[in-house]
Each structure stands twice: as structure tokens, then as C-alpha cells.
T-cell receptor, first 114, second 111 residues
Framework: DTGVSQDPRHKITKRGQNVTFRCDPI?????LYWYRQTLGQGPEFLTY????????KSRLLSDRFSAERPKGSFSTLEIQRTEQGDSAMYLC????????????FGSGTRLTVV | DAKTTQPPSMDCAEGRAANLPCNHS???????VYWYRQIHSQGPQYIIH???NNETNEMASLIITEDRKSSTLILPHATLRDTAVYYC????????????FGQGTTLQVKP
């Protein structure tokens, strides 16, 4: 499979619990992005990595959110002490340095906080 | 990055060309125009991008005006599977960073 994989596809959690999502980018892509999308809205940028370095974080990424990309391969996005407002689709994308074919997005992880 | 303006929704008859407009009047010289689409419950899909010349690939054509202040995405023979939200985005060259998505245009292809 040469696409971007995200796991899990769906996650239901109770308010206050911690959750972690995983993204496996296309292997030759060195850039990886996380976005969040709520119903009826376009995706909102959260953060991006070039290799293992986290180069930019959005103000949307509160202290409860942390993202890592050890060794510049897969990435994880953790949300601590989840709140109902965290309910959304979390999308991961990757791209090559040249960007000739744009970003490739995964199918996302849908988080529901109850 | 420059902002874009798109109509919220459009209809198109199956088999006809779908022409989706986008205004980006504040685009700067090193910003590309990107188009993505998002089919329900899936991640966005890259369609095409361009700087100032018209571009064509197997999915669509991108027509950019000479002053680069607007562009049109053309799906030459729309099918029901082209029903989706289409996003026009301007971004600095070479995928150097984030894409800023707006609300997009919801295209409904009707039989």
C-alpha cells in the first residue's frame, strides 16, 4: 500500500481520557502534516514535520496536544484530558520535498468524545 | 498565504463540464494555486496545481488568468463520483509548509 495510513479509523472516548493516533506516511515523503476537521468546515492545520523536526505548530494545538515523529517515519498525535470540543476528524498528510503531486492525505481518524 | 473566495455550492449535469471558479486577488508572485477535493468521509485528494500557465492532467484542467487573480478548475465530463467539496488554495512554492483550507465549493453532479 503506497498511501497514507491512519489508525484507528474511529475512536470513541470518555471526556478526560487520553487518546493517541498514528499516521504512517508514504515512505519517501519527508514532510508530514496533521489537520483537524469539524463538520461542515475545511481542514484546519495543526502542525507539520520535516523529517523528525516539528517545524510549525498552530495556535489550535493547545498544551493538551502533542505530536511526535521519531526517526522521521511514522507520527503520533496525542490528546490528553480530552474534551467534547476535541470531537473531530483528525487528518494526516505527507508530501515530498518537491511537492510535484501535492499532499497525499490519509482517510483520517474520527474522534468522538462522550 | 493569500486567501481565496469560492462559491459555496454548484450543480452540474452528469456528462457535462463542471467549471469551478476561484478568486485569489491577493496572490503573490511565488504562490501556486492548488485544487483539492474531498468526497464525503474521506481525506482531501490532490487534483492539480499551477503557477501561471494552464495545466492539465488526467483528472482536470486548471485555467489561470493572465493577472493570476482568479482561476477555474474544469472537470471535462463530470460523473456522479465527482460530487465532492472542492477546495482552491494558494500556497508558497514547493510545498514549503501548510495549506490553508477555506470552506470550498460543494459540487453536486446530477443525473
Amino acid at each position: 500500500d503506497t498511501g497514507v495510513s491512519q489508525d484507528p479509523r474511529h475512536k470513541i472516548t470518555k471526556r478526560g481520557q487520553n487518546v493517541t493516533f498514528r499516521c504512517d506516511p508514504i515512505s519517501e515523503h519527508n514532510r508530514l502534516y496533521w489537520y483537524r476537521q469539524t463538520l461542515g468546515q475545511g481542514p484546519e492545520f495543526l502542525t507539520y514535520f520535516q523529517n523528525e523536526a516539528q517545524l510549525e505548530k498552530s495556535r489550535l494545538l493547545s498544551d493538551r496536544f502533542s505530536a511526535e515523529r521519531p526517526k522521521g517515519s511514522f507520527s503520533t498525535l496525542e490528546i490528553q484530558r480530552t474534551e467534547q470540543g476535541d470531537s473531530a476528524m483528525y487528518l494526516c498528510a505527507s508530501s515530498s520535498r518537491t511537492g510535484d503531486y501535492g499532499y497525499t492525505f490519509g482517510s483520517g481518524t474520527r474522534l468522538t468524545v462522550v | 498565504d493569500a486567501k481565496t473566495t469560492q462559491p459555496p455550492s454548484m450543480d452540474c449535469a452528469e456528462g457535462r463540464a463542471a467549471n469551478l471558479p476561484c478568486n485569489h486577488s491577493t496572490i503573490s508572485g511565488n504562490e501556486y494555486v492548488y485544487w483539492y477535493r474531498q468526497i464525503h468521509s474521506q481525506g482531501p485528494q490532490y487534483i492539480i496545481h499551477g503557477l501561471k500557465n494552464n495545466e492539465t492532467n488526467e483528472m482536470a484542467s486548471l485555467i489561470i488568468t493572465e493577472d493570476r487573480k482568479s482561476s477555474t478548475l474544469i472537470l471535462p465530463h463530470a460523473t456522479l463520483r465527482d460530487t465532492a467539496v472542492y477546495y482552491c488554495i494558494v500556497s508558497r512554492s514547493g510545498n514549503t509548509g501548510k495549506l490553508i483550507f477555506g470552506q470550498g465549493t460543494t459540487l453536486q453532479v446530477k443525473p
